[in-house]
């Protein structure tokens, strides 16, 4: 890789983003200031899949929520379509990006071959569309594989011993489980599966023309990897699913080059051939990344469809609660998050109920109420959560005593419904709620 001092006049970076509800285009100059940016957002932009905030919620298996794999291939074909009368394309020195943590992609036999030979004259979806083995894509909002977490758990001596190994015990929204469910439930699936990708890792194969390998900080989102030495955990392979290795490949650091883009896109949209993709990694940690967090200690929260709190640590110490994973830009360092899976989806329907379908209504509303909420507690539950862990609905609770700095004294009691503006406020808050929660367990 060059220097910025040695990139020739108008080098351009290309950033993507591949999340639950859209695919993001970020477009940077060399001097790192924006130049261009476009969205596809699925349910509007391809209706024809008919998802529900870009995905699918199976009323047959209560808790599976997948989207349909081909989907995100077609987004990509317009998002780079809508870039072109934008930028050039042949000045992007490189590309690389982020795909939501968990949601995985079933390759079938065959379908290197395929990706490797890919015909600029047509489109990606007319040739992709038969490449996998199976067409949904399970995310980070499933919640169907409990049974498949107790199972790993248990092989590996309980649920803390996993976490040692993997930094997270077992979470339904976790690769792992979820390719165990797969193999348990429908083998012809697992048997025909060629290579399996990560959300971030299937983009990147498909801009390199190859199966680009898993990066370690991505990868330690799937119960699989060796958190300490950062390679797949042989008895958890085991645990999972057979000859489970072969199909996931090698790990990659976050910092790699994946390789060369594609000549299709060479071809197709007049790329350079010298243009370099970068690995892409898990939202989380190229948030981290972006943030710039690097003390320990360092802290950020992120409010998006799923609401994280995470930073940075020099040393792995998995618990039982939360996630350890590599930190993407410190090799010897690990990063830590909690997650809150009930983000922005549920504010939209808080929002849509008490503020008038209206985020200016939303914001006059979180604008009135005082610090720390008259001491009002809530958790907002449109799916399954796992931290804490309770049904779905709406929890509202009122805390006495809660600008006490001692937890000693306090003391809450169950309510049916709050104000709107603490409606709102709280929504935008659970976050901070369920940090709390913890800290006091």
Same mark, same amino acid.
């Given at each position: 890789m060059v220097g910025r001092s040695s990139l020739p006049d108008g080098a351009l970076f290309l950033g993507l983003?591949?999340?639950?509800? #859209?695919?993001?285009?970020?477009? &940077?100059?060399?001097?790192?200031?924006?130049?261009?940016?476009?969205?596809?957002?699925?349910d509007s932009e391809l209706p024809h899949y008919k998802t529900e905030g870009g995905v699918y919620r199976d009323p047959t298996d209560d808790g599976r929520i997948y989207s349909p794999t081909i989907m995100w291939v077609e987004a990509l074909e317009l998002l780079l379509e809508k870039l072109k009368p934008k930028?050039?394309?042949?000045?992007?020195?490189?590309?690389?990006?982020?795909?939501?943590?968990?949601?995985?992609?079933?390759?079938?036999?065959? #379908?290197?071959?395929? &990706?490797?030979?890919?015909?600029?004259?047509?489109?990606?979806? =007319?040739?992709?569309?038969?490449?996998?083995?199976?067409?949904?894509?399970?995310?980070?909002?499933? =919640?169907?594989?409990?049974?498949?977490? %107790?199972?790993v758990e248990n092989a590996v001596g309980g649920a803390l011993e996993l976490s040692k190994l993997t930094g997270s015990r077992a979470y339904e929204r976790f690769t792992g489980p979820q390719i165990r469910k797969i193999y348990q439930t429908a083998p012809h699936i697992y048997e025909n599966t060629e290579r399996i990708s990560l959300v971030s890792s299937f983009m990147a194969s498909i801009l390199v023309g190859c199966y680009a390998s898993i990066?370690?900080?991505?990868?330690?989102?799937?119960?699989?990897?060796?958190?300490?030495? %950062?390679?797949?955990?042989?008895?958890?392979? *085991?645990?999972?699913?057979?000859? &489970? *290795?072969?199909?996931?490949g090698n790990l990659a650091p976050a910092c790699a080059a994946a390789g060369r883009i594609s000549s299709y896109f060479v071809e197709r949209h007049q790329f350079d051939k010298n243009c370099f993709v970068i690995q892409w990694s898990g939202d989380n940690p190229n948030s981290l990344a972006g943030l710039t967090l690097n003390t320990p200690g360092d802290l950020a929260i992120s409010l998006g469809t799923s609401d994280t709190v995470f930073g940075i640590t020099a040393e792995a110490k998995p618990s039982l609660e939360g996630h350890v994973f590599p930190n993407p830009v410190e090799p010897d360092g690990y990063m830590v998050m909690l997650c809150y899976k009930n983000g922005s989806l549920t504010r939209e329907d808080v929002r849509n109920q008490c503020a008038e379908k209206s985020w200016d209504i939303f914001n006059n509303y979180l604008e009135k109420t005082p610090p720390l909420n008259g001491g009002r507690l809530g958790f907002y539950y449109k799916d399954h959560e796992i931290l804490?862990? &309770?049904?779905?609905?709406?929890?509202?609770?009122?805390?006495?005593?809660?600008?006490?700095?001692?937890?000693?004294?306090?003391?809450?009691?169950?309510?049916?419904?709050f104000d709107p503006e603490s409606e709102v406020c709280l929504t935008v808050l659970s976050v901070s709620n369920f940090m709390i929660l913890v800290a006091n367990k």
């Open positions: 983003d591949s999340s639950t509800q #859209s695919v993001k285009a970020t477009v &940077l100059s060399n001097e790192l200031i924006i130049v261009a940016s476009e969205t596809v957002n699925f930028i050039n394309f042949s000045k992007v020195v490189a590309v690389s990006g982020s795909g939501q943590q968990h949601g995985s992609v079933y390759w079938k036999k065959g #379908s290197q071959a395929v &990706l490797s030979s890919l015909d600029p004259g047509k489109s990606l979806v =007319s040739q992709l569309k038969d490449a996998f083995s199976t067409m949904d894509s399970p995310i980070w909002m499933d =919640s169907s594989t409990t049974k498949q977490c %107790r199972e990066d370690e900080t991505d990868g330690a989102g799937m119960n699989l990897m060796d958190i300490n030495k %950062r390679t797949w955990s042989k008895a958890v392979l *085991e645990a999972t699913a057979p000859d &489970l *290795e072969q199909k996931l804490p862990p &309770l049904p779905v609905g709406f929890h509202r609770y009122i805390v006495e005593n809660f600008s006490d700095a001692s937890s000693d004294n306090l003391k809450e009691c169950e309510v049916q419904e």
